[in-house]
């Protein structure tokens, strides 16, 4: 990575986020992630992720179109989502795939990644303590059931995940499922409204 921060990566959806509080937040795991994850593609394979999305910063692309879509979606009138439960959504949507090729960046996406990127989180103490319990449940159970129905691991096919549930996980798993279509190009050049 150049002389950025890592959070500078993410400065335009850090701005969708209204509450300080979960800003700062967002902002210390977002300085968690792993080098590697600004540098990968979405796709370790390229089959499954749309072409803005692969190549070298793809998986920081695919998270910034995720993000993109969660706040598009969330304009529609029948979400009912306050502000604080939109700004954890986000946050759950910045670092949902952090560590999506493990903690020792192994060659391929790890079946798994959604627990580890839970497990890396919730291991920094001073993070966990900067949200109260209910406000945390949303962002880390939201990473963890961000697949949706892709809950079996590609070679085992052991069930190593949970399906989605209430209405922020599956909220968050369709804004990542919709960043993650092929049919689906993202315009990263048109701005987003904060409204």
């Given at each position: 990575?150049?002389?950025?921060?890592?959070?500078?990566?993410?400065?335009?959806?850090?701005?969708?986020?209204?509450?300080?509080?979960?800003?700062?937040?967002?902002?210390?795991?977002?300085?968690?992630?792993?080098?590697?994850?600004?540098?990968?593609?979405?796709?370790?394979?390229?089959?499954?992720?749309?072409?803005?999305?692969?190549?070298?910063?793809?998986?920081?692309?695919?998270?910034?179109?995720?993000?993109?879509?969660?706040?598009?979606?969330?304009?529609?009138?029948?979400?009912?989502?306050?502000?604080?439960?939109?700004?954890?959504?986000?946050?759950?949507l910045l670092?949902?795939?952090?560590?999506?090729?493990?903690?020792?960046?192994?060659?391929?996406?790890?079946?798994?990644?959604?627990?580890?990127?839970?497990?890396?989180?919730?291991?920094?103490?001073?993070?966990?303590?900067?949200?109260?319990?209910?406000?945390?449940?949303?962002?880390?159970?939201?990473?963890?059931?961000?697949?949706?129905?892709?809950?079996?691991?590609?070679?085992?096919?052991?069930?190593?995940?949970?399906?989605?549930?209430?209405k922020f996980?599956?909220?968050?798993?369709?804004?990542?499922?919709?960043?993650?279509?092929?049919?689906?190009?993202?315009?990263?050049?048109?701005?987003?409204?904060?409204?």
């Amino acid at each position: 990575m150049d002389n950025k921060t890592k959070r500078d990566n993410f400065q335009k959806e850090l701005e969708f986020i209204k509450s300080p509080t979960i800003k700062f937040f967002a902002e210390g795991a977002i300085e968690m992630l792993p080098d590697y994850f600004f540098e990968i593609p979405a796709s370790s394979t390229g089959k499954y992720h749309p072409a803005y999305s692969l190549g070298n910063g793809g998986l920081l692309r695919h998270t910034r179109a995720a993000i993109r879509i969660a706040v598009e979606l969330s304009r529609l009138d029948w979400w009912h989502f306050t502000d604080d439960e939109m700004d954890l959504m986000i946050t759950a949507l910045l670092v949902h795939d952090g560590w999506k090729s493990g903690e020792n960046h192994e060659k391929f996406t790890i079946t798994e990644h959604p627990l580890v990127a839970r497990k890396m989180l919730e291991s920094n103490a001073n993070l966990m303590e900067m949200l109260p319990q209910d406000q945390l449940d949303i962002v880390l159970n939201g990473i963890t059931h961000h697949m949706g129905q892709w809950v079996f691991d590609y070679k085992t096919k052991e069930k190593v995940l949970d399906r989605p549930e209430t209405k922020f996980e599956k909220f968050i798993h369709l804004a990542d499922y919709l960043a993650s279509r092929k049919c689906l190009e993202m315009n990263f050049d048109v701005e987003l409204s904060k409204s």
